[in-house]
């Protein structure tokens, strides 16, 4: 059951293009790339970490808007431009002192498949490409930058009796 799963989680890992955003990716007329991130997730993932529960990143793309957004979240375990996101578990692991079985990862796209299939809890958005919703634990009702990374964090926090206190406490 999922929710055993979710009990078990001490980091939540995510992938940008797709989960933390739409996927779309623009430019302007300089070549800057600008990403638009969802507040309500920003939230969820601020509860998971008053939570005691850490939160990072792993994406393939490098982007200053990624920087900034960590940086405004205080999400410190930022692992961008990596092409094998699998490769990066050990290190996540050692930095953070938490096992993979206590790890989930949200993905939307085929590279996140590897490092979905090592974590605890494997777990895609809405949009995402059906083999990543096959491999999944849980796929959230909710598409990539528009809440699923908050329903994600609601869900876990529920799973660990955690969502009312912190609810409460914001009141």
């Not at 790890?103 to 995402?128: H, Q, S």
């Not at 598409?143 to 009141?171: C, M, N, P, Y």
Request: charge should be neutral; include cysteine.
């Amino acid at each position: 059951m999922i929710t055993d799963k979710l009990k078990q989680i001490r980091l939540l890992l995510l992938d940008v293009d797709g989960v933390l955003t739409t996927g779309d990716i623009i430019y302007n007329d300089r070549g800057e790339e600008t990403k638009v991130f969802n507040a309500k997730d920003g939230l969820g993932l601020r509860l998971l970490m008053k939570a005691g529960i850490r939160v990072g990143i792993v994406t393939g793309r490098r982007s200053e808007a990624l920087r900034h957004r960590c940086k405004n979240l205080q999400i410190d375990l930022v692992f961008d431009g990596i092409r094998e996101k699998a490769g990066t578990l050990s290190e996540i692991e050692k930095q953070s002192s938490v096992s993979s079985a206590h790890i989930a990862f949200v993905g939307d796209d085929l590279p996140d498949l590897p490092i979905m299939r090592k974590c605890g809890v494997a777990i895609a958005v809405a949009d995402a490409h059906e083999l990543v919703k096959e491999a999944a634990d849980m796929v959230t009702h909710a598409k990539g930058g528009r809440g699923a990374v908050r329903e994600t964090a609601e869900a876990i926090l529920k799973a660990q009796d955690a969502w009312d206190r912190l609810i409460h406490s914001l009141f």
